[in-house]
């Protein structure tokens, strides 16, 4: 499966960006998805992550509130829709996918659950 991910830029403090993973080659539905970020001189960290029915979501604290994760079937696509956006938020954002046909109600917030990544994004937040 390739991910592309689209949606980066610069944006003030509180602004919104609505990043955007196209998954393609395999059924988006057999695939549990995530969000992932980097910031310079830091480790990957969760963001959110959505289970492969789409049923079940979960956020990482720091964005709670604040992100949203979403999947369009038709679009074979997932989002995230980051809000109320802060100077701390500002990392290569990553999309993640696994396939997941028998456990599709779960979600998954490690790294190492997930075998698919996309190049990453940039989100600069400004102050």
């Known amino acids: 499966v390739q991910l592309d991910e689209s949606g980066g830029g610069l944006v003030q403090v509180g602004g919104s960006l609505r990043l955007s993973c196209l998954l393609s080659g395999r059924p988006f539905s057999n695939y549990a998805k995530g969000w992932f970020r980097q910031a310079p001189g830091r480790g990957r960290e969760f963001v959110a992550a959505i289970s492969a029915s789409g049923d079940r979501v979960q956020y990482a604290d720091s964005v709670k509130g604040r992100f949203t994760i979403s999947g369009d079937i038709t679009k074979k696509t997932v989002y995230l829709l980051l809000s109320s956006l802060k100077p701390e938020d500002t990392a290569v954002y990553y999309c993640?996918?696994?396939?997941?046909?028998?456990?599709?109600?779960?979600?998954?917030?490690?790294?190492?659950?997930?075998?698919?990544w996309g190049q990453g994004t940039q989100v600069t937040v400004s102050s």
């Open positions: 993640a996918a696994d396939f997941k046909p028998f456990h599709r109600n779960t979600v998954y917030s490690r790294a190492e659950d997930y075998d698919y």
